[in-house]
Nanobody
């Protein structure tokens, strides 16, 4: 099993930036990719971004393309989500998750380990 811990959330004004971190431990050799998801109150958890551990291939939701950047530091088993030009609609709890599969990269069912989440609040 992989353990994931997120950090870096907080309160920011619209147009501002935040960087989230996700550090993995445990059986990380089984990880094909790490993804970021978010969940706003009363809404379903939605895909934000994903990075393949070996190739660094990235994938983004249309809503964050061009504003968010996902990256990784293999030596530290850490994935980052740089969020720029933040909007109030980006307000949510952000979760990182690890996936042992290349299939259905945007589906929550493809991920088998989740962090506890970190709150991001964007004020208007």
């Amino acid at each position: 099993q992989v353990q994931l811990v997120e950090s870096g959330g907080g309160l920011v004004q619209a147009g501002g930036s935040l960087t989230l971190s996700c550090t993995a431990s445990g059986r990380t050799v089984s990880t094909i990719a790490v993804g970021w998801f978010r969940q706003a109150p009363g809404k379903e958890r939605e895909f934000v971004s994903r990075i393949r551990w070996s190739s660094a291939t990235t994938l983004y939701a249309d809503s964050v393309q061009g504003r968010f950047t996902i990256s990784k530091d293999n030596a530290k088993n850490t994935v980052f989500l740089q969020m720029n030009s933040l909007k109030p609609e980006d307000t949510a709890v952000y979760f990182c998750a690890s996936s042992p599969s290349v299939l259905l990269p945007k589906a929550t069912m493809s991920y088998n380990s989740w962090g506890q989440g970190t709150q991001v609040t964007v004020s208007s």
